[in-house]
């Protein structure tokens, strides 16, 4: 006789489940492993034996019969059952999950395709990747991957040098890839840092944590906790190319009950040395566009908090022309707060990339070189004293110092009682600082 067995094929370590008509006929009961007919072999978890006999039941309309009605019904209502159900519901499930298949096929193939445009291997396990590809923490790993390379790639194009790419892994649990063009043409220092790790958080995180509202529930005094984002900061040698720095991010954190608290953060802002009016539209209206695709007040408040965020309180001042900053972002849903965030990772090249292409040609004195480096000893002043990551970073064990610290630039310059002449290109970009304008 026929009947409908679920075939189980375990592919990069899930199992897909097909239906499979099979032949009984001659089959001793001792065997356990029937033959389908996609060459694949049926366990004793996807066959059940009860099927037909519940069929042949109905159709008997409840009677107790002797064993050879039973055998002749059995047959009988086992050809009708698998006649019927195959040519219907059947037919529609195996072509609906063959093109699942299919689709699960594509997306492995996607990501494998992608990871071979990276600037080096993921830090999870391509396979691991392929099997969670659903997940948030994996979705978020392929944008920061994207972004690095992208990044990388537009700034060799226009340096002519290329990165170096360090792959570096964390006791405690991950690691990540530094990339960094060092004394190229254009950029003293340019580095694109991609990070993924794991593990318990230190008390000293969690309380940073705390101190920012989140209410964080251990267990045993451990807070296990996932980690990851793509950070660059940008040094040109020509002071009248800007600084430009970006961060995205994704954290979860598991509590004691099992559940999970996750929230995303990022932002990209300007450092230039002297203003230049379309710079600052292009730059601040190539973010406003994407924040606009999601909610029109994104750009006004991120842009604020910018402001706020990069202010460097000792010096009076912030550190550039901002651009937009956002932190513990965890709604409305995750899917759109993602959705968000890969916008704005998407705008990192082309909200740049065209200042540094209109610079490049750009002369310069010896004085204006000077106050570049004075700019620059401001950029360090924020990043030690104040930024959130590299504090987080500095805090947390098996932190690679040298990424973390990547942000720094090659030389800086510390001036005692620095004060550009009035009215000044330096005194009308200290004015700017001083008191944060709207770009657009």
């Not at 996807?46 to 409840?62: E, H, K, P």
């Not at 005194?427 to 008191?435: G, K």
Request: aromatic share 10%.
């Amino acid at each position: 006789m026929a009947a409908v067995v679920l075939c189980g094929s375990n592919r990069m370590g899930r199992s897909v489940a097909r239906l499979c008509l099979v032949s009984t006929k001659g089959t001793r009961r001792t065997d356990s492993r029937l033959s389908c007919c996609s060459g694949h072999q049926a366990g004793p978890g996807w066959y059940s034996r009860g099927t037909g006999v519940r069929f042949a039941s109905r159709l008997a309309g409840g009677r107790t019969a002797d064993a050879s009605y039973r055998k002749n019904a059995l047959v009988a209502a086992g050809a009708a059952v698998v006649a019927g159900f195959m040519a219907g519901f059947s037919h529609f499930q195996r072509a609906e999950m063959a093109t699942r298949i299919v689709k699960d096929e594509d997306g492995d193939r996607e990501i494998l395709e992608k990871c071979k445009g990276f600037m080096s291997a993921p830090m999870t396990d391509v396979e691991v990747l392929q099997q969670t590809k659903g997940e948030m923490s994996t979705r978020m790993e392929m944008l920061i991957m994207e972004t690095q390379a992208a990044f990388c790639r537009a700034l060799e194009e226009v340096d002519g040098g290329k990165f170096r790419v360090d792959r570096w892994e964390r006791k405690e649990g991950g690691g990540g890839i530094s990339c960094v063009l060092q004394d190229g043409k254009v950029f003293e220092k340019a580095g694109v840092n991609v990070s993924v790790v794991y593990g318990n958080l230190t008390e000293e995180a969690a309380k940073q944590m705390r101190s920012r509202g989140k209410v964080l529930k251990g267990k045993d005094g451990k807070l296990p906790f996932r980690a990851m984002g793509v950070s660059s900061v940008i040094h040109p040698h020509n002071p009248h190319i800007p600084t430009v720095h970006f961060n995205y991010r994704y954290f979860e954190i598991e509590e004691a009950d099992g559940s999970k608290q996750w929230w995303f953060g990022g932002g990209t802002d300007l450092t230039p040395v002297y203003v230049d009016q379309d710079d600052a539209v292009h730059f601040h209206g190539t973010l406003k566009e994407a924040c606009d695709k999601h909610h029109p007040q994104y750009y006004p408040d991120y842009k604020k908090w910018c402001d706020r965020y990069f202010y460097i309180r000792h010096r009076g001042e912030t550190r550039g022309i901002g651009g937009i900053f956002f932190d513990d972002l965890d709604g409305p849903s995750q899917e759109e707060a993602f959705n968000f965030v890969e916008s704005c990772a998407r705008t990192v090249v082309p909200c740049y990339v065209p200042i540094v292409h209109k610079h490049l040609k750009d002369s310069f004195s010896s004085d204006q070189k000077d106050w570049q480096q004075v700019r620059r000893g401001r950029y360090v002043e924020f990043n030690l004293v104040y930024d959130r990551g590299v504090k987080f970073g500095l805090a947390t064990p098996g932190s690679r110092i040298e990424s973390i610290l990547m942000s720094l630039p090659l030389t800086a310059r510390w001036e005692y009682m620095h004060e550009p002449p009035k009215g000044s290109q330096e005194a009308e970009m200290l004015n700017v600082l001083r008191n944060p304008k709207d770009w657009v």
